[in-house]
T-cell receptor, first 112, second 112 residues
Framework: GENVEQHPSTLSVQEGDSAVIKCTYS??????FPWYKQELGKRPQLIID???NVGEKKDQRIAVTLNKTAKHFSLHITETQPEDSAVYFC???????????WGAGTKLIIKP | NAGVMQNPRHLVRRRGQEARLRCSPV?????VYWYRQLPEEGLKFMVY????????ESGMPKERFSAEFPKEGPSILRIQQVVRGDSAAYFC??????????FGPGTRLTVT
């Protein structure tokens, strides 16, 4: 079945710098790739997603890139701010009637 | 437009008792997912349901755990004869077509 690997498990960056989190997936039939942010003690919330017919998607300081050939996708956060500190989860799915397969999470720490 | 509702938010049970966790999905969503999360850990998929059907229960222990999503009313995750190891946050999520998932605030179960 599908397997999603996420790296790094912890990422510490200086405020204002960029952060990149990478995920790889195993099932080439996967076509939906969301990223969720979970702040301490709160629920996971979708921050951006991409479908396999698109290579890149951007929303203000957040962007996601997808390389279908290599079966990996990445989250890019530019001009990081203290409120970006959280755990970020990637996931992959083959679509309706299939569950999301989750990465293990990346703890992002923004140093002031 | 109410989001996913979960209750109770906090539940304390003694070993051997039953725990019933409820999840009301976003109005119009027919897909429900249950996840378990231990402190400092990722989301562990438990079960995926559509109205009156269990689609995938591969992440749910075969014994003591059951889930339902009836035609009317909330989805229920039931844990019988709870043990200390069941203590965790249980998140419910819902979606319309089986892709973007909206999470509830979670139920924090403590077994004493």
């Amino acid at each position: 079945g599908e397997n999603v690997e996420q790296h790094p498990s912890t990422l510490s960056v200086q405020e204002g710098d960029s952060a990149v989190i990478k995920c790889t997936y195993s099932d080439s039939a996967s076509n939906y790739f969301p990223w969720y942010k979970q702040e301490l003690g709160k629920r996971p919330q979708l921050i951006i997603d991409i479908r396999s017919n698109v290579g890149e998607k951007k929303d203000q300081r957040i962007a996601v890139t997808l390389n279908k050939t290599a079966k990996h996708f990445s989250l890019h956060i530019t001009e990081t701010q203290p409120e970006d500190s959280a755990v970020y989860f990637c996931a992959a799915s083959k679509g309706s009637n299939y569950q999301l397969i989750w990465g293990a999470g990346t703890k992002l720490i923004i140093k002031p | 437009n109410a989001g996913v509702m979960q209750n109770p938010r906090h539940l304390v049970r003694r070993r051997g008792q039953e725990a019933r966790l409820r999840c009301s999905p976003v109005k119009g969503h027919s897909h429900v997912y249950w996840y378990r999360q231990l402190p400092e850990e990722g989301l562990k998929f438990m079960v995926y349901l559509q109205k009156e059907n269990i689609i995938d229960e591969s992440g749910m222990p075969k014994e003591r755990f059951s889930a339902e999503f009836p035609k009317e009313g909330p989805s229920i995750l039931r844990i019988q004869q709870v043990v200390r190891g069941d203590s965790a946050a249980y998140f419910c999520a819902s979606s319309r077509q089986g892709d973007e998932q909206y999470f509830g605030p979670g139920t924090r179960l403590t077994v004493t």
